[in-house]
Each structure stands twice: as C-alpha cells, then as structure tokens.
C-alpha cells in the first residue's frame, strides 16, 4: 500500500446500550457481515476487532457486549470485556437510539469513558425510525453533556450517514501507517466466527431463557481434496432440559439452525459447507469463571 503522511489509523471502540444496532452499524460500515446480530440483548459476547481500510486510513473498529445492568456472573463478563476494550483506544463511538432524552445508563457510561482521555463521537443510529422531533430532541439532550467532539445521526439499516461517519472517525485519528496488512478483516479466525454465525442463528430460533445459556464450539474444521469444508460443531447448552428444545421436535430446529448459519458461512468462505451440528449439555457453565471464559472467547 502506498502511504503518505496523511494517512492515519488507529482503534476506535464502539460502545452503547444493548440493542442500538452496534453489529449492524458495525457491518454496514464494513460492507459485509462479520459480526452478528440479533434483536436479543447481550448478543455480542466478546471483543471483536474489524478493520476497514480505505485509500487513506485504517480503522480497527472493536465491538464490544453492550452495556447493562449485570445480574449474572455471564452479565459480569460481558461488562468487563466492554471496559477491557477502552484500553488503548484513539477514539471512541458512543451509539445511542433517537429516544430525545439522556438514558441514565448512557450518563453514567459516558462519565467512565470520558476517563479514557480520547475523543468520544456521539452516534445516533436508527434515524430511519425517528419520528417528528426525535432526533433533534436527542441530538440537544446529548449535546448539553457536553462530552462529545461530534455528534452524528446514521442509519445502518438504510445507509444514510455511513460515508460521513467514516470521514469523521477517519479526521479524528492520529496518522500513523496501517496497523494490519490491508487484506486483513478482522483479527478472529474462520472457526470463531463459524460459531458466532451458528450463535445467531440459534439465538434468533430459541425463546425464554435459552439464548442466554447458549454457546458453540466448533470441533471440526477441514477442506476435503474436492474444495467442500467440513464443519463439526456443538451448541452448548447449561442443563438437559433444554437439549430437546434446541433440537426441536424430529430434530426440526437444529437442522433449521444449521442450514441458516451454513449460507452465511459459505457466504464468507466462498466455498461449500458441510456443516454437521449436535447439542452438547455443560451443566451450568453460565455460572462457572472458567468455561464462561473459554465459551465465550472472551480474552
């Protein structure tokens, strides 16, 4: 890549409350999918580092659990991975929804974020659903806070504002060569995100408490000679009684999962899948510091 002392990289850490479209904007941004997403809460587990490079700078975007208030010790790990992922951070994105008032979670998260010492952009996402006075009485609650270098309304379901999101995130990094090869997406390999894309799938398919207790380990991972990859998986699951209800009734479910993930897998890989799933029980792993870490891939 030729470089210049314009260009400029850095990472910029994308934080709200969960549900404000954080993956999606995320994904939108990047021009394809490489986190998932879900109308569920607490959806994203763990830190993810994307990296969108353009003909100028280089944007290591780290998505991070949403904020919320922890009631477990799976709630607990996920607010410490969203306050691991402001260490080292140039820039942060603070995402709200057009809802014309300051949340008092949003106060309270933005005060600790302002300690960071980097610029924090206030984006108001989801302006495709505002209606009448929403996004201007949003844009002047937040603004009173008087935390925000800027403040910038997009929609990632419609793509207004997303060029002048990166433009804004791009003037406000320091210059600096890439801190990735530019054929680099993300800093996760092909088997973690084989499971999120299994995890979504079956968060979207799954009620009541299940999506919460859910998570996938991929156990195979191989190209056959004939160019198709071979995929092993297990959906994990905390206690028995939920096994049958992930595989559903003639195993009608699972299969409906694994077909789901499969186009998205073979959408990223470019090549044909085989993807063979089972349901595995480890009996109360939300609850266990160990296999909370491992399950999640939280670092």
Same mark, same amino acid.
Request: net charge neutral.
């Given at each position: 890549?030729?470089?210049?002392?314009?260009?400029?990289?850095?990472?910029?850490?994308?934080?709200?409350?969960?549900?404000?479209?954080?993956?999606?904007?995320?994904?939108?941004?990047?021009?394809?999918?490489?986190?998932? +997403?879900?109308?569920?809460? !607490?959806?994203? &587990?763990? *830190?993810? #580092?994307?990296?969108?490079?353009?003909?100028? /700078?280089?944007? =290591?975007?780290?998505?991070?659990?949403?904020?919320?208030?922890?009631? +477990?010790?799976?709630?607990? !790990?996920?607010? &410490?991975? *969203?306050? #691991?992922?402001?260490?080292?951070?140039?820039? /942060?994105?603070? =995402?709200?929804?057009?809802?014309?008032?300051?949340?008092?979670?949003?106060?309270?998260?933005?005060?600790?974020?302002?300690?960071?010492?980097?610029?924090?952009?206030?984006?108001?996402?989801?302006?495709?659903?505002?209606?009448?006075?929403?996004?201007?009485?949003?844009?002047?609650?937040?603004?009173?806070?008087?935390?925000?270098?800027?403040?910038?309304?997009?929609?990632?379901?419609?793509?207004?504002?997303?060029?002048?999101?990166?433009?804004?995130?791009?003037?406000?990094?320091?210059?600096?060569?890439?801190?990735?090869?530019?054929?680099?997406?993300?800093?996760?390999?092909?088997?973690?995100?084989?499971?999120?894309?299994?995890?979504?799938?079956?968060?979207?398919?799954?009620?009541?408490?299940?999506?919460?207790?859910?998570?996938?380990?991929?156990?195979?991972?191989?190209?056959?000679?004939?160019?198709?990859?071979?995929?092993?998986?297990?959906?994990?699951?905390?206690?028995?009684?939920?096994?049958?209800?992930?595989?559903?009734?003639?195993?009608?479910?699972?299969?409906?999962?694994?077909?789901?993930?499969?186009?998205?897998?073979?959408?990223?890989?470019?090549?044909?899948?085989?993807?063979?799933?089972?349901?595995?029980?480890?009996?109360?792993?939300?609850?266990?510091?160990?296999?909370?870490?491992?399950?999640?891939?939280?670092?």
């Amino acid at each position: 890549m030729t470089q210049d002392l314009q260009f400029r990289a850095g990472y910029v850490g994308l934080f709200g409350q969960t549900n404000v479209g954080k993956s999606t904007l995320l994904n939108a941004m990047l021009g394809e999918k490489l986190v998932i +997403t879900s109308a569920k809460p !607490q959806t994203t &587990r763990c *830190s993810v #580092r994307c990296v969108l490079t353009t003909t100028d /700078a280089q944007i =290591v975007f780290v998505d991070t659990p949403g904020l919320h208030r922890a009631r +477990t010790l799976l709630g607990r !790990q996920l607010l &410490r991975e *969203s306050r #691991r992922s402001a260490r080292g951070l140039d820039l /942060a994105a603070y =995402v709200v929804e057009p809802w014309r008032r300051v949340k008092e979670e949003d106060r309270h998260a933005i005060e600790n974020l302002a300690l960071g010492g980097f610029p924090i952009l206030l984006v108001v996402n989801k302006i495709d659903a505002a209606r009448g006075n929403d996004l201007e009485e949003t844009l002047l609650a937040y603004a009173e806070l008087g935390a925000f270098a800027e403040l910038i309304p997009v929609s990632a379901r419609t793509g207004k504002g997303l060029d002048d999101l990166v433009k804004t995130l791009t003037r406000f990094l320091p210059p600096s060569p890439p801190l990735f090869s530019a054929d680099v997406k993300c800093d996760r390999g092909e088997a973690f995100l084989i499971q999120e894309w299994i995890r979504e799938k079956a968060t979207e398919l799954t009620y009541e408490e299940i999506p919460h207790s859910l998570a996938v380990r991929v156990k195979w991972l191989e190209e056959r000679s004939d160019g198709l990859v071979d995929i092993k998986a297990e959906i994990i699951v905390d206690r028995e009684s939920q096994k049958g209800m992930v595989i559903g009734k003639g195993g009608r479910l699972i299969k409906r999962i694994g077909t789901l993930a499969r186009a998205d897998i073979e959408a990223f890989l470019g090549r044909r899948v085989y993807l063979e799933l089972a349901v595995t029980v480890v009996p109360g792993w939300t609850k266990d510091e160990d296999d909370v870490r491992q399950l999640t891939g939280a670092s």
